[in-house]
């Protein structure tokens, strides 16, 4: 009632395939780069830093596990540490899962306001 035959069969036809690539291309491109400067870039940057971290670490060295146990670093080897969590008891712990190795002078936050 609304469109004529002639309209109707030309909306159904095949679209021309050069077209719509040239079209396509700059927007999938700015998609990609958007992608890469937001997502990939800065998990690349924070898995650098952590590979730093793990390379610096030393003996003695108060370690934040992935699992959110403190410890203090007592021997390293290429692939695990060992971590002594209370007084006499040694974890062994692969280094990948430390999260955070935290330095001498950091001040621990008060549990209680002294008033």
Avoid at 26 to 44: D, K
Avoid at 66 to 73: E, F, P, Q, R
């Amino acid at each position: 009632m609304f469109a004529t035959p002639a309209f109707a069969q030309a909306a159904g036809a095949a679209p021309a395939a050069g077209g719509d690539l040239l079209t396509m291309l700059p927007m999938m491109l700015v998609l990609f780069g958007a992608m890469y400067f937001f997502m990939i870039r800065p998990q690349s940057q924070r898995a650098k830093q952590h590979k730093a971290m793990l390379a610096g670490l030393k003996r003695n060295d108060t370690v934040v596990l992935s699992s959110g146990l403190i410890g203090k670093v007592t021997r390293i080897e290429d692939a695990e540490i060992m971590v002594e969590v209370a007084t006499g008891v040694n974890v062994r712990v692969v280094k990948a899962m430390i999260a955070e190795v935290r330095v001498k002078g950091e001040p621990a936050p008060a549990n209680d306001a002294k008033s």
